[in-house]
Nanobody
């Protein structure tokens, strides 16, 4: 089970930090990622982190502005979002892939999903 939190309303240029806590068994090799879905658009990959190797991947629109990290002691992933833009407005979902260490950008590769947390960036 995944529990996401941290969304809200922020002005352009502001920051937010999303959190996603996982409960239950995950094994030793897994990937956690954030996807987002704006109204009328398809769900898109934002960032991912491989738990064992701590490798990360970011979608081009968020590179240099967003940072994904993890809590070593708990299965919690964070998404620090800086320099937010109106186009970042979306419902953000965390996802878990327990099948290995490869960070996939394809939503269908993730078996477990948290509920969305809404991020709204006003202009």
């Amino acid at each position: 089970q995944l529990q996401a939190s941290g969304g809200g309303l922020v002005q352009t240029g502001g920051s937010l930090r999303l959190s996603c806590a996982a409960s239950g068994r995950t094994g030793s090799s897994y990937v956690m990622a954030w996807f987002r879905q704006a109204p009328g658009k398809e769900r898109e990959f934002v960032a991912g982190i491989s738990w064992r190797s701590v490798m990360t991947d970011y979608a081009d629109p968020v590179k240099g502005r967003f940072s994904i990290s993890r809590d070593n002691a708990k299965i919690i992933v964070y998404l620090q979002m800086n320099s937010l833009k109106p186009e970042d407005t979306a419902d953000y979902h965390c996802a878990l892939n327990t099948a290995g260490n490869i960070i996939s950008r394809i939503a269908g590769q993730y078996r477990y999903w948290g509920q969305g947390t809404l991020v709204t960036v006003s202009s």
